[in-house]
């Protein structure tokens, strides 16, 4: 019997990470070499990373499985939907893929590391803010971290077609 099911755990839920190579932040602090820079602007080394983490957490969800017989997981690939995203991002109604909503430093990313989102900051004698974007359902990235509520919601309703998901169960 395995640790989870010790305490009764049958069914588990298991989404893997996103194209972390996309973050504003991400791209802002490790985007400075444009051959590390991928069609969509985003970091090939980090979502490079992102995917072999992928397959591991996936390999260990199957070992999990033969381990335990009476357990179930979702496994739900996050990847793929958000880089669908970013990737098409006009065909969803939204513009700027790898941008800020809420950020300071205009194009292409709109965010500087030392300007969080709402924070106002004197940089070399020049008093800057970091203000929220007018339309952020027309954004993918809130604040160089956190996907905005409709992107979000994109996300939710591709989960729920039930297209990015992989249920095994043992039962």
């Not at 980090?46 to 979702?74: G, M, V, W, Y």
Request: negative net charge; hydrophobic residues 35%; charged residues 15%.
């Amino acid at each position: 019997m395995t640790y989870g099911l010790i305490f009764r755990a049958r069914n588990f839920w298991v989404h893997n990470t996103g194209p972390l190579g996309c973050l504003p932040r991400i791209i802002a602090t490790f985007g400075k070499d444009p051959s590390n820079i991928d069609e969509h602007g985003c970091i090939v080394l980090h979502n490079r990373a992102a995917t072999i983490f992928n397959q591991k957490l996936r390999d260990i969800c199957l070992q999990f499985l033969a381990q335990s017989p009476e357990a179930n997981i979702t496994y739900v690939d996050i990847y793929s939907i958000k880089l669908n995203l970013i990737s098409n991002s006009s065909l969803y109604g939204f513009h700027k893929p790898i941008a800020a909503c809420c950020g300071y430093g205009g194009a292409p990313l709109n965010f500087d590391n030392w300007v969080p989102c709402g924070v106002t900051k004197d940089l070399n004698v020049t008093i800057v803010t970091a203000n929220p974007c007018n339309n952020t359902a027309e954004h993918i990235n809130w604040d160089g971290t956190h996907y905005t509520e409709a992107a979000n919601r994109f996300v939710a309703d591709q989960i729920l077609t039930g297209n990015y998901t992989d249920s095994n169960q043992n039962n």
